[in-house]
T-cell receptor, first 109, second 118 residues
Framework: GQNIDQPTEMTATEGAIVQINCTYQ??????LFWYQQHAGEAPTFLSY??LDGLEEKGRFSSFLSRSKGYSYLLLKELQMKDSASYLC??????????WGAGTKLIIKP | GAVVSQHPSRVICKSGTSVKIECRSL??????MFWYRQFPKQSLMLMAT?????????EQGVEKDKFLINHASLTLSTLTVTSAHPEDSSFYIC??????????????FGDGTRLSIL
């Protein structure tokens, strides 16, 4: 079966750095997405990785290791507005998007 | 760019009513649109994949006669919840994927529709 695992909840301090991990087992791989979803709102696209390595985009970076079936989202200089759920999603061999359950990130002052 | 508009944002209606939700890609063409449902504190659940000019593909357990999907153009898909009941109350979100590429374009989401059936 297809499976995506990410922690249910994480807590971090404002100004700090947090890393949200995602591991996956899917039938094929055509890329991995990270989305941010604030409570009561729709998800917004953050990043897409299809090759191994780190993609940096401002305060957010996303890393992929295809051989390990592993990705992480790194958030630097945390702000209170970063409190949200972060969803990991993998595009399988049929270009179907398989969603993780999301990681709720709580930022404390 | 890549804006998806979803209307209405909130619906409150009586049991037995049919509710229509529209999803439009405003600045790009989308051959494929997706309809999701999300219950409180749970992840997104894909209901169906809507392809322009053809019948939608429904996920297992989703009643196609209850959730009618029409994708009449490259910029518009509609979801109609027929004879809605309280258990259909949920947050419905559409997304659209741009036409270009091999299907690895990100999905862009509408703002969602919060449906409450009394």
């Amino acid at each position: 079966g297809q499976n995506i695992d990410q922690p249910t909840e994480m807590t971090a301090t404002e100004g700090a750095i947090v890393q949200i991990n995602c591991t996956y087992q899917t039938s094929g791989f055509n890329g991995l997405f990270w989305y941010q979803q604030h409570a009561g709102e729709a998800p917004t696209f953050l990043s897409y990785n299809v090759l191994d390595g780190l993609e940096e985009k401002g305060r957010f970076s996303s890393f992929l290791s295809r051989s390990k079936g592993y990705s992480y989202l790194l958030l630097k200089e945390l702000q209170m507005k970063d409190s949200a759920s972060y969803l990991c999603a993998v595009l399988d061999s049929n270009y179907q998007l398989i969603w993780g359950a999301g990681t709720k990130l709580i930022i404390k002052p | 760019g890549a804006v998806v508009s979803q209307h209405p944002s909130r619906v409150i209606c009586k049991s037995g009513t049919s509710v229509k939700i529209e999803c439009r890609s405003l600045d790009f063409q989308a051959t494929t649109m997706f309809w999701y449902r999300q219950f409180p504190k749970q992840s997104l659940m894909l209901m169906a994949t809507s392809n322009e000019g053809s019948k939608a593909t429904y996920e297992q357990g989703v009643e196609k006669d209850k959730f009618l999907i029409n994708h009449a153009s490259l910029t518009l898909s509609t979801l109609t919840v027929t004879s809605a009941h309280p258990e259909d109350s949920s947050f419905y979100i559409c997304s659209a994927r741009e036409l270009q590429g091999y299907g690895n374009q990100p999905q862009h989401f509408g703002d969602g529709t919060r449906l409450s059936i009394l």
